[in-house]
């Protein structure tokens, strides 16, 4: 514990007592005032055990939080780094606001520090690279974990999904809100920008949505040719609504379009497909068998001359012209794999943010109806986030990754769940599928191809559930993006009961 030279003289006073009474507490008198940085390096020079636990000096640990970071130790001796879930302690003493948080998600952790606290370090890595930095105040705890992130197998990371700290909620502390210390928010962009340029990618970091939230701008190398396929049958004014606002709002314009007709009858629509068809952006393609979601296109995507395939439903509409930016910056990633927007319904509710696997069996859609503008669960609807999966409404992945899991599956997943098995093959093949909030349509879902609502319809459902269910034991299997203390009942995140 180092004392960063406190005015007050109980201060002291009460170190000493509490020294006394127990040798395991160590206080440091610091000579000069230095921050918190210095104060932390302090304390870091006097450590002697194996690992390192960060505790600020108005929160609590829970009870029996050392019991459960050395009971990971034991069950993982390899790890390397550790973190808890967390809760507030409000002024009157009540435990309020836990953060349930999700599994390792790097790209999560680009946009906020979700870790935090409960965070135990191994002393000889935060040796190795020099401890805290002057300068970050406020982020300091940021800047050492992506510092330390670059020198640790991520494999080695272990998330203890039990609620281990509480924060105090007095004034003047981040516990209160981040305008509490709003110089956090610089602090954590400067810290971004530091990784970053060790990694040597070229991205820029700006604020995101509000204060300590980041948006990281990944640059775009050579503009890659998108092939944007979208299935259709009829649905002349959802369809041609779907393709004007994709060909006039777009600020990416690399990209072709490769309308797939199934057996489209309508005369307006036909005319509609033989029109568009000279549009230099535009390729109608004829699929003349029974529909299969997945075998559409599957058929597609070998035709497709881009580096970039975009599964677009027939039924969205562009809301902001930088969506198609935003999603290529990401499927050109190296390490990701697919890439999903933020659907909305027509009334301005969400339609899908991302997919909880096991949500109702196989997977739900995160923060569905909540209210455009909302924060969501610790504003998870305002960051950029891995997720096992998103939806196939907007879906970006390269042409190569589709092609090493061979496509959606049109053998057993014709028309539900094919998205949500092509994600889950992606990620099983080493890639992070990621979510962006930054890529904004609506989804007037179901115009189309009409609901679930007969009994032939009703038992191909069943069994698609089921294919999942036996596939990837999906109404078992922990979701690594959510959490186990979270609903699988509801899209809402709210605590399970």
Not at 112 to 117: E, L, T
Request: glycine share 6%; net charge negative; proline share 3%.
């Amino acid at each position: 514990m180092a004392d960063d030279k406190s005015p007050k003289p109980h201060v002291r006073k009460v170190l000493k007592a509490y020294a006394r009474k127990d040798s395991r507490i160590k206080p440091i008198y610091r000579s000069k005032n230095g921050h918190i940085s210095a104060a932390s390096n302090s304390a870091l020079q006097k450590a002697r055990g194996e690992w390192i636990a960060l505790l600020d000096h108005d929160d609590e640990l829970h009870q029996h939080a050392l019991f459960h970071v050395v009971n990971a130790i034991n069950e993982k001796p390899d790890v390397q780094l550790i973190y808890s879930d967390e809760d507030k302690i409000d002024q009157s003493g009540k435990r309020i606001d836990p953060h349930f948080k999700s599994d390792w998600n790097l790209d999560l952790l680009y946009s906020q520090n979700y870790v935090s606290h409960l965070g135990v370090y191994k002393t000889d890595i935060m040796n190795k690279i020099s401890g805290f930095r002057l300068g970050y105040e406020g982020s300091q705890d940021y800047d050492l974990l992506l510092r330390y992130s670059r020198e640790i197998d991520h494999a080695n990371i272990v998330h203890i999904p039990k609620v281990l700290y509480h924060w105090r909620m007095v004034e003047g502390s981040t516990a209160l809100g981040s305008g509490e210390k709003s110089y956090t928010t610089a602090a954590g962009i400067k810290a971004l920008e530091d990784h970053f340029e060790a990694l040597g990618q070229s991205v820029s970091v700006e604020m995101g949505k509000h204060d300590n939230i980041y948006k990281v701008n990944w640059a775009i190398e050579n503009e890659p040719l998108v092939s944007l396929i979208i299935p259709t049958y009829n649905g002349y004014e959802i369809t041609k609504q779907a393709i004007d606002s994709i060909i006039e709002k777009s600020t990416y314009r690399n990209f072709e379009i490769l309308l797939v007709d199934n057996n489209s009858n309508d005369p307006t629509a036909l005319e509609y497909f033989d029109e568009i068809d000279q549009h230099d952006k535009v390729k109608v393609l004829r699929y003349p068998y029974p529909f299969n979601y997945s075998a559409i296109n599957n058929f597609a995507a070998k035709l497709a001359n881009g580096e970039i395939i975009g599964l677009i439903n027939n039924d969205v509409e562009v809301i902001n012209p930088e969506w198609l930016t935003e999603m290529v910056s990401h499927a050109q990633r190296e390490d990701v794999g697919c890439v999903g927007a933020m659907l909305y319904y027509p009334n301005d509710t969400i339609q899908h943010a991302g997919v909880i696997i096991g949500i109702g069996g196989v997977g739900g859609h995160s923060h569905k109806h909540f209210k455009r503008g909302d924060h969501g669960y610790f504003s998870r609807l305002n960051t950029v986030q891995n997720l096992s999966a998103v939806t196939a409404a907007c879906l970006l992945v390269r042409k190569s990754v589709f092609n090493e899991v061979n496509g959606l599956n049109e053998e057993e997943l014709t028309v539900a769940f094919n998205d949500v098995d092509f994600c889950l093959k992606v990620q099983a093949a080493g890639y992070r599928n990621l979510w962006t909030p930054y890529a904004e349509l609506y989804h007037h879902e179901s115009i189309s191809r009409g609901a679930e609502d007969n009994p032939e319809k009703i038992a191909r459902f069943n069994q698609e559930m089921e294919y999942m269910i036996n596939t990837w034991q999906t109404n078992k299997k922990q979701d690594p993006c959510y959490s186990v203390n979270l609903t699988k009942v509801r899209e809402d995140f709210t605590v399970e009961v």
